[in-house]
C-alpha cells in the first residue's frame, strides 16, 4: 500500500485522536466524557501500531519521514495525556446511582428508544388484534394464561372496589404476578446478553415480550376489566417495562458495535460498547429491585384501583425526574 492510500484509509483515527488531545489539552481531562476517556486510550493504542508500520514501510521516502514525523507528534502528545491520567477508581456506589446510570441512559438515548419501539409497537398490534378478534390472543398469551383471565373474569367483583374489598381480580393473584416478576428479569437478561448475536436474538425478545404484553392486554379489555388489570400491572409495571427497554438499548449498543465499529477496531468498538452495556445493565438490576418491592408491598393490598393508578403515575413522573438528573458542575464524576 502507498504511503497515501495508508494516510486515507486511517486518517479519520488519527483526526478523531488529535481532536480529542486537544479537547484534553485545553479543558483538562475532566472535560472527556467515560466513552471519550476510553476511546482516546483505543485511538492511542491504534495510532502507536500505525506508527510503528508507517516507520518500517514508508520512512524510506520524503512523504513517508514527514508521516512518521506526523504521527510520531501525535502520538506524544497523545501519551502526556493517557498516562497523566489518575489511576481509575471503581464508581463509589452513591455516585452511579445518583448520576452514573441517569448519565448512561442519557447518552445512549437513541439504543433504548429502539428497543422500546421494538417492544411496544408489536404490543400495539397485538393489543388491536386481539380486541378485534379475540381469537387471535392464542397467537401471543399461552392458552393456560388465557383459561386463567377467563376464569378470574368471571369470578370478578363489579360493585366495591374499595379498601374494604377483598376482590379477586385479574392478575391479583401472587403466583401470576411474581411470575411475571420473574419473565421480566429473563427478558431482560436477555435482552442485554443477545446483542452478541448481532441484534437478531434482542430484537426477537422485545418483540415476543411485546406481543405477550399486548395480547393480555387485549384480553383484559375484552373481558371488560381493564380498570383493575391496569392497578394491578401499572405501578410496578412502568418501571419494569422500562428497564427491559433499557436492557434491550444495552444489547442493540453491543450489536451497533459489532455492525459498525466506525473508525475504531471492531475490538476495540465492542470494548466501549460493553462499558456502556454493563451501567446500563446495573441500573436494570436497580430498577427491578424496586419493581419488585413495589409489586410485593403495593399490589396484593385491596386498594382503590384508582389509587393504584395514581401511584403508578407519581412512579412515571419520578422515573422521568431520576433519569433526568445531571451532575453538578465543578464535581468530578468518578471514573470506571
Given at each position: 500500500m502507498k504511503a497515501e492510500r495508508y494516510v486515507a484509509a486511517h486518517r479519520a483515527g488519527w483526526k478523531?485522536?488529535?481532536?480529542l488531545v486537544d479537547k484534553a489539552q485545553k479543558s483538562r481531562l475532566t472535560s472527556l466524557t467515560d466513552g471519550e476517556l476510553h476511546e482516546m486510550g483505543a485511538l492511542y493504542r491504534r495510532t502507536s501500531s500505525d506508527l510503528a508500520r508507517a516507520q518500517t514501510r514508508y520512512a524510506n521516502?520524503?512523504?513517508?519521514?514527514?508521516?512518521?514525523?506526523?504521527l510520531n507528534d501525535l502520538v506524544l502528545r497523545a501519551h502526556t495525556q493517557v498516562y497523566s491520567a489518575p489511576a481509575p477508581q471503581p464508581f463509589h456506589a452513591q455516585d452511579f446511582v445518583l448520576?452514573?446510570?441517569p448519565a448512561a441512559f442519557?447518552?445512549?438515548?437513541?439504543a433504548i428508544m429502539a428497543a422500546a419501539s421494538l417492544m411496544f409497537l408489536p404490543g400495539l398490534f397485538a393489543y388491536v388484534s386481539t380486541v378485534v378478534n379475540p381469537d387471535t390472543a392464542k397467537m401471543f398469551v399461552p392458552i393456560e394464561v388465557i383459561q386463567e383471565v377467563q376464569k378470574r373474569a368471571q369470578q370478578k367483583i363489579t360493585t366495591g372496589w374499595g379498601g374494604n374489598t377483598n376482590y379477586e381480580g385479574l392478575m391479583s393473584s401472587?403466583?401470576?404476578s411474581s411470575a411475571i416478576m420473574v419473565n421480566n428479569i429473563k427478558v431482560s437478561a436477555k435482552a442485554?446478553?443477545?446483542?452478541?448475536?448481532m441484534g437478531i436474538g434482542t430484537g426477537l425478545v422485545l418483540i415476543f415480550n411485546g406481543l405477550m404484553?399486548?395480547?393480555l392486554s387485549g384480553m383484559a379489555t375484552v373481558y371488560h376489566t381493564d380498570l383493575l388489570y391496569w392497578a394491578v400491572i401499572l405501578p410496578h409495571g412502568i418501571i419494569e417495562l422500562t428497564a427491559i427497554a433499557i436492557a434491550g438499548g444495552a444489547g442493540l449498543k453491543l450489536a451497533g458495535a459489532l455492525y459498525a465499529p466506525g473508525h475504531l477496531p471492531r475490538r476495540d468498538a465492542l470494548r466501549l460498547a460493553g462499558n456502556e452495556a454493563i451501567q446500563l445493565v446495573v441500573g436494570v438490576v436497580m430498577m427491578l429491585v424496586v419493581a419488585g418491592i413495589i409489586e410485593g408491598f403495593l399490589t396484593p393490598l385491596p386498594l382503590p384501583p384508582l389509587l393504584k393508578i395514581g401511584f403508578a403515575l407519581c412512579t412515571a413522573i419520578g422515573l422521568i425526574a431520576y433519569l433526568s438528573v445531571k451532575q453538578k458542575p465543578g464535581v468530578a464524576t468518578k471514573r470506571a
Open positions: 478523531r485522536l488529535s481532536d521516502t520524503a512523504a513517508g519521514r514527514d508521516l512518521v514525523r506526523s448520576f452514573g446510570f442519557r447518552r445512549n438515548w437513541a401472587p403466583g401470576i442485554a446478553a443477545y446483542g452478541v448475536t404484553l399486548g395480547g
